[in-house]
């Protein structure tokens, strides 16, 4: 059988080769190219948002859902940026420790912050194929209506 | 606690995560006497998420000893569920994520997921910690923490 590219690397470009995907992930945020962003993403992946509030999901299962989901979101930004990123990686080559914070200019006024952390999975690719997501809700959800089209 | 000298990474992280497995399991059992001996004396507990009316950090054994004592007085009954360690590549630091279940004293049932990132000094205490948690979950378990005003 086969073994998958991602396997045959060591654990230290694993990590370094995890480290520039998740620089990528944010910096296309930031650019709102989310049908970019989504290639980073297995097509299988799957979030979970424990804090999530209103409409909001907890889960969402798939690419395809993650990046319609997050085409709402960027739509309701006139700009974001992010004021803190770092990533601490884990003893598991695939996972990392991120922790970031956002500063968006919503597109109905004002601004939103937040203070996240997050853990991403990695498959042998080099593909997200889990992320744990945690922002504090409180933040989060007078704003929620402001990021979505819908 | 044993100091570092000739352990392997991987040592340490098992020791950590042990020391993690023992901290959850004397909070089931109430016992913050023996829980706070795994802290460092001069630690540091940072709760970003708290909801207004609870510190954001706490510095020193005393005050994180004190602040989770009343919490945990809070509960009739609690458990942790599963402990889902991960271990980061500095063997000192361990992150997790634990799903407190409880009934509190006031009867009401309280259920919450908590993430955090705890480091270990060179003895194997928790010398920082990072605790994040839904805050709106929260705000009922910190209600039932503080003393009654006297209402009856």
């Known amino acids: 059988m086969a073994m998958p590219e991602g396997e045959m690397l060591p654990a230290a470009d694993r990590r370094a080769r995890n480290i ?22 297995a097509a299988e992946g799957t979030q979970l948002v424990p804090y999530a509030t209103g409409a909001l ?54 601004e939103y912050t937040n203070e996240s952390f997050g853990i991403f999975r990695f498959d042998a690719q080099g593909k997200i194929v889990h992320f744990v997501e945690y922002f504090n809700p409180a933040g989060f959800v007078e704003n929620y209506d402001s990021f979505s089209e819908e | 606690m044993t100091p570092n000298e000739r352990r392997t990474a991987e040592q ?21 006497d023996a829980w706070i001996d795994l802290w460092a004396e001069r630690c540091v507990a940072f709760l970003p998420y708290a909801p207004e009316g609870v510190p954001r950090m706490l510095t020193g054994r005393p005050d994180v000893h004190a602040f989770h004592r009343d919490q945990i007085a809070a509960y009739r ?31 009401a049932d309280y259920a919450n997921e908590h993430f955090g990132i705890f480091e270990f000094d060179g003895s194997g205490r928790i010398a920082v910690a990072t605790e994040f948690f839904d805050p709106a979950a929260a705000t009922a378990l910190v209600d039932a923490s503080r003393p009654s005003r006297g209402a009856v």
């Open chain 2, 77 to 107: 009954e609690v458990s942790f569920g599963e402990l889902a360690p991960l271990p980061l590549e500095d063997p000192s630091r361990v992150a997790a994520r634990w799903f407190p279940r409880g009934r509190l004293v006031s009867g």
């Open chain 2, 12 to 32: 340490l992280r098992e020791r950590n995560i042990a020391t993690l497995r023992n901290y959850f399991g004397l909070l089931r059992q109430k016992n913050t």
């Open chain 1, 20 to 41: 520039d995907s998740l620089r990528r992930y944010f910096r296309l945020l930031e650019e709102g190219e989310i049908d970019e962003w989504s290639t980073l993403w």
């Open chain 1, 57 to 110: 999901p907890r889960e969402i299962n798939g690419r395809d859902d993650i990046r319609v989901l997050y085409r709402n979101i960027a739509a309701g930004f006139e700009r974001l940026r992010y004021l803190v990123l770092e990533f601490q990686p884990m003893a598991d080559p695939d996972m990392m420790l991120a922790r970031w914070r956002p500063l968006c200019h919503l597109v109905g006024g004002g």
